[in-house]
């Protein structure tokens, strides 16, 4: 057996920024202007200091901070303080060990032995071992769609120690380590009973017990979410950045709020009653450039907005219907209607800064708008003007826009479209059931390896059941590097336009504002506040 202290198998370049910029257009972004440049060599200089609340101003109230039962960005931005995962992501997107301390690998490439780090303490105070671990992969793996295709190939899954754990695979498995790290739907570890009781069904308030800096203290739905330092964690010391590495909690508390108006979440960090808001909308920029008192933090890649289709009963079982809206839709004028100037036209899966996943092979089919070729295929399908519905949510600004823009632009080449708009949670709940919808507008964040994309499995809304996709993540997985796995991206690309699972409309630059009492909070490409202190002012 060869050990290794931690895998470099994928190393993402990403530009996230934290900065006052003169300007943005088709997702090019300005240098830092020289203020810029001395305001942070001004934070570089203060000294951390304990103490005080942040708050954070956001617009989606999470359906649940089970992370491990979904992808929402929602309840990802609270639960990445609360848990922790064996590996995760440094801040240049390549995988480190956060729980683990070590792990090795079998020369058959079949056998995982995972050390973990020892003294590691729940918020419930008991110490984490190898049956946390074993509990929390298998409740992982009957939840995730990463973590059920994993299993299908692992013989067992055991604690040899208290500190060790060891996964046999029936076949090499290339991707695990990478699975293990990706944020989308995290492995986190839970205490084994907590794990055990809850099965597949979501943690529910009193079960969110994790490892990190930070511990639930109270939620209050739809308004108020705090989280309280846990003054007994277990904190690495290497300076990894991202969601691994060392992580302080020098604030008291964390307090999330939920502010849906974004005029209001601007007006409340300006005036020092929120520290930071997420998710402003790209046409407030003219407001914000020139001010003093915040500063604008554009992230790429944010995320790409996209319509799913329901795959799983008329009309959009019949691919012919699929092709009407992806001909349907001026997907430029769109983003435009969306996002002003803070948007890339790209029709890959993975994001232009993902350099070792990223390729264009695959994506003619990106830019089909063709009204009169909708409308063919459309009466080819038998489609007589039955309601569509559309189902968005009103909780994120963007959604509702593009719901907007889309719902006018199909009902031009002749769809009946019946626009639904819900709140966040309750939108969650309906896409369940295919019954609720025939087509949805969703957003999706980076994902890391083409094992861990969510709309690639049967499970996730819009139930995508695809031979092709199935045996290229299976070549995919017990692939080399280079060229193999370039072509199958490639692949990839083309059997989602030959497909389309999802009609991606277009890539978001993401924008939020930070308030002048935070520090710390630097050029990171994460939301996270450990290691980020509010000043004296």
Not at 154 to 171: D, L, N, P, R
Not at 467 to 491: A, D, H, N, R
Not at 526 to 537: E, P, S, Y
Request: hydrophobic fraction near 40%.
């Amino acid at each position: 057996m060869h050990s290794k202290r931690y895998s470099t198998w994928i190393g993402i370049a990403s530009v996230t920024m934290v900065l006052l910029f003169a300007g943005c257009s088709q997702g090019t972004v300005n240098q830092q202007s020289e203020a810029t440049v001395k305001q942070s060599d001004a934070t570089a200089n203060l000294s951390p200091q304990k103490g005080g609340t942040i708050k954070v101003a956001f617009d989606a109230d999470p359906s649940t901070l089970d992370w491990m039962s979904t992808a929402s960005s929602a309840t990802k931005l609270v639960a990445n303080h609360l848990y922790e995962q064996l590996f995760a992501l440094d801040e240049t997107m390549t995988e480190q060990p956060m729980l683990a301390k070590s792990y090795q690998v079998s020369e058959d490439q079949k056998t995982y032995t995972i050390v973990l780090r020892d003294g590691v303490k729940f918020h419930d105070g008991s110490v984490m071992t190898g049956a946390d671990v074993v509990a929390s992969l298998n409740r992982w793996a009957s939840m995730s769609a990463v973590g059920k295709r994993m299993v299908k190939n692992v013989e067992a899954i055991t604690a040899v120690s208290t500190h060790t754990v060891q996964i046999v695979f029936k076949e090499p498995y290339a991707p695990f380590i990478r699975n293990l790290a990706d944020p989308t739907q995290a492995m986190v570890v839970l205490p084994a009973k907590i794990a055990e009781e809850a099965g597949t069904t979501p943690l529910k308030e009193a079960q969110i017990i994790g490892t990190g800096p930070y511990r639930l203290d109270s939620w209050k739905r739809g308004q108020r979410i705090s989280l309280k330092r846990f003054d007994e964690y277990a904190s690495r010391e290497e300076d990894w950045g991202g969601l691994t590495g060392k992580k302080e909690a020098f604030a008291d508390e964390i307090r999330f709020e939920m502010v849906p108006d974004a005029q209001v979440r601007i007006d409340g960090v300006r005036t020092g009653q929120y520290d930071f808001a997420l998710r402003i909308p790209q046409d407030l920029y003219p407001q914000l450039k020139d001010a003093t008192e915040l500063k604008t933090r554009v992230s790429k890649p944010d995320s790409f907005m996209a319509v799913i289709p329901d795959k799983s009963e008329a009309p959009f079982d019949d691919l012919r219907m699929r092709q009407a809206v992806n001909h349907a839709l001026d997907k430029e004028k769109i983003a435009r209607a969306t996002y002003g100037d803070f948007f890339e036209m790209d029709g890959a899966i993975f994001f232009p800064d993902q350099k070792s996943l990223y390729t264009k092979e695959g994506t003619e089919a990106y830019l089909a708008y063709d009204p009169q070729k909708a409308k063919a295929l459309m009466k080819e399908a038998g489609y007589n003007g039955e309601p569509i519905r559309l189902i968005a949510t009103s909780s994120y600004d963007d959604h509702f826009k593009t719901a907007q823009v889309v719902a006018a632009q199909l009902t031009e080449a002749g769809f009946t479209v019946d626009l639904q708009i819900y709140e966040w949670a309750t939108l969650l709940e309906k896409e369940r059931n295919p019954a609720n919808f025939d087509l949805e507008i969703q957003g999706f964040s980076p994902k890391y390896d083409p094992t861990t994309i969510p709309w690639f499995y049967p499970q996730f809304p819009g139930k995508y059941e695809s031979p092709k996709i199935m045996s290229l993540l299976t070549e995919w997985s017990t692939s080399g590097q280079g060229e193999q796995q370039q072509k199958l991206l490639g692949e990839f690309n083309r059997t989602v336009y030959a497909e389309l699972p999802v009609i991606k409309i277009t890539n978001e630059i993401g924008m939020g504002v930070i308030g002048s009492r935070i520090e710390g909070f630097g050029e990171r490409k994460n939301i996270t506040f450990w290691n980020t202190w509010l000043n004296a002012k």
